[in-house]
């Protein structure tokens, strides 16, 4: 071969991207870069299958007693430096000599243009060799790149491509090089089965990179793979999970799982708008639960009242459940620092906090759903906490709205309700949070609020030192000048 027509093949070849590097391959090459190859003999240690050698046209691969075809593969100058090559090793030649067959190389669209007339006519040469066609494909200086490249070769060899290409790491191997040499069968092979098998994070990331060198067709089903159809799958995915996981048999393993997949995500937008769609539809349930609920008293006699109450009962205990689930979205909320939202619809629920004072008159919520009234006050007292303490800051009007419509709620539970060790610490809790709101509001609002609180104080005064704190404090300010110039005084 001429410089010139060497040079015309390698600058063809040279700018395509290099393939993925792996030590896997899947047959040794030791007998197949030899040129001293005999008909019929192999060096020893090679794992070539006999599927190979078929001899249906006169040849084999590496035959170079029916070869018409000598390929000459380079290693790319470019990285060569990087490399130590010697000159008893496989990297250490900067020539690979493989006899081939043009019948098999015509798979290959890439050596079928190189073959044509045109291309045999400038090329052949009128030594002992006359008879075979000489090229050269430059082979990128990488890591087992010869391999990859004479095992793609030996592939032009058989029809059946499937049992060659058993595992992940190999096809992401060959298929780099069967898109340079643009072996469709090879192509189709490598896709098909990397589409159908499982992939460690590290295949997957390899693969990201061939999916660009791939048609659209081809590339079709890896690409439905690894990216979603629709910009916001994340957010519904996320958010029929925090709507199933309230159902799940295990529902404390599920919330445990959604709970860290909501931690895990680096988008503070996506799981605030979750959480906050989660949220909404929860309250809305209970809201209209709540609202839907008639009371068994208005029954005229015993049989309709037995009738209400039977029919009242699955509401109640859906209302318990699903406040169980706004308790659990409010915590969550919470905790990732995206419950703007949650405070300012709960400090606004004027109605619900009415008709859970409604319900608190009857007696059927205390068999059905005595945790209902725990679980929303639950509810209260983690929002409560969290603008008293300013993890959530809230405007002036959200604060003593929130403190307005259910402190009624926190009394009322204590009047009808018998009160266990936790009932007892939460309603102390909140009556101590209440407090501590109503000393960030003016002093005009805080004296309305304060004189509900005094129903605090129903055993002994010296019991409850957050509520004479709180009046103390309103007094204290209550008596100080309105004039700023004498705060110094």
Request: proline share 4%.
């Amino acid at each position: 071969m001429t410089t010139g027509e060497g040079g015309a093949a390698e600058g063809n070849a040279s700018k395509e991207k290099p393939p993925v590097g792996s030590n896997s391959c899947l047959f040794s090459t030791g007998a197949f870069i030899d040129s001293s190859f005999t008909e019929g003999t192999l060096t020893d240690g090679s794992h070539e299958s006999p599927a190979f050698y078929s001899t249906r046209l006169g040849g084999r691969f590496g035959d170079p007693s029916t070869a018409d075809v000598i390929l000459h593969l380079h290693l790319s100058n470019e990285t060569a430096s990087d490399w130590s090559f010697t000159s008893d090793t496989l990297f250490g030649r900067q020539l690979v000599q493989v006899y081939l067959h043009s019948y098999a190389l015509s798979r290959s669209k890439y050596f079928a243009v190189l073959l044509s007339d045109r291309w045999q006519q400038q090329n052949h040469t009128s030594s002992e060799n006359s008879l075979k066609f000489h090229c050269k494909l430059v082979v990128p200086a990488t890591t087992d790149s010869i391999d990859h490249y004479l095992t793609v070769l030996q592939l032009l060899y058989i029809d059946d491509l499937s049992a060659s290409i058993n595992s992940v790491s190999t096809a992401i191997c060959l298929l780099p090089v069967a898109l340079k040499l643009l072996f469709e069968g090879c192509i189709k092979e490598c896709v098909k089965f990397l589409e159908a098998v499982p992939w460690s994070e590290n295949e997957e990331n390899k693969i990201l990179k061939l999916i660009p060198l791939l048609s659209d067709e081809e590339s079709k089903e890896l690409l439905a793979r690894v990216s979603p159809a629709k910009k916001n799958s994340s957010e519904e995915m996320l958010h029929d999970l925090v709507f199933l996981v309230h159902n799940h048999p295990n529902d404390v393993f599920a919330k445990d799982l959604v709970d860290n997949l909501l931690k895990d995500l680096s988008s503070g937008e996506l799981v605030r708008r979750v959480l906050e769609r989660g949220f909404e539809r929860s309250l809305d349930v209970v809201k209209k639960s709540l609202k839907e609920y008639k009371s068994p008293e208005l029954g005229r006699d015993d049989y309709m009242y037995d009738e209400i109450a039977m029919a009242q009962r699955p509401l109640l205990y859906q209302t318990m459940k699903n406040a169980n689930n706004l308790l659990w979205l409010v915590e969550r909320m919470i905790e990732l620092r995206v419950a703007d939202m949650a405070v300012k619809a709960w400090s606004e629920e004027a109605s619900l906090t009415m008709d859970l004072q409604r319900m608190f008159f009857d007696d059927e919520w205390h068999y059905c759903a005595p945790s209902l009234p725990i679980f929303v006050l639950c509810c209260t007292s983690r929002i409560a906490n969290a603008v008293a303490t300013g993890h959530t800051l809230a405007a002036r009007q959200a604060r003593m709205k929130l403190v307005e419509h259910w402190l009624p709620v926190l009394i009322g539970w204590k009047e009808s309700a018998t009160m266990d060790t936790y009932c007892k610490s939460l309603c102390t809790e909140l009556e101590e949070t209440f407090l501590r709101i109503i000393s960030t509001l003016s002093v005009s609002d805080a004296q309305e609020l304060l004189q509900q609180c005094l129903g605090f104080a129903i055993q002994n005064v010296g019991d409850f030192p957050h509520l004479v704190t709180a009046f103390t404090t309103w007094f204290r300010r209550a008596n100080r000048s309105p004039h700023p110039d004498d705060f110094g005084q």
